[in-house]
Nanobody, 125 residues
Framework: VQLQASGGGLVEPGGSLTLSCAAS????????MAWFRQAPGKEREAVSF???????NYVDSVKGRFTISRDNAKNLMYLQMNSLKPEDTNVYFC????????????????????WGQGTQVTVSR
């Protein structure tokens, strides 16, 4: 199993970025996936979750600004980030949810079994 996140970079406040997560080594279309982020010295936090069937969930701080999506034919997951704020500065990770996890636990990082390497997003002038 491999997850490869990409697309991070430096952007000014109010700008946009799209992150990608390339998955391989498992039947991507059958797994729920998510994006997390982590700042130095802080705990990893969930950003957004997407079911294998396409259902989505977001943390309140990104609702209306971020959009998660997936292309099961290409084994890709995306995170479109608009109206970026300095507080969005983090390393962003994609991750695969363990099978059998209940929905209410879907934003718990301990329920994820594989992680990408992370991509840095910096929002600054």
């Amino acid at each position: 199993v491999q997850l490869q996140a990409s697309g991070g970079g430096l952007v000014e406040p109010g700008g946009s970025l799209t992150l990608s997560c390339a998955a391989s080594g498992f039947p991507f279309k059958n797994y729920d996936m998510a994006w997390f982020r982590q700042a130095p010295g802080k705990e990893r936090e969930a950003v957004s979750f997407i079911r294998s069937t396409g259902g989505k969930n977001y943390v309140d701080s990104v609702k209306g600004r971020f959009t998660i999506s997936r292309d099961n034919a290409k084994n890709l997951m995306y995170l479109q980030m608009n109206s970026l704020k300095p507080e969005d500065t983090n390393v962003y990770f994609c991750a695969r949810l363990r099978r059998g996890t209940i929905y209410s636990d879907s934003l718990n990082p301990e329920r994820y079994d594989y992680w990408g390497q992370g991509t840095q997003v910096t929002v600054s002038r």
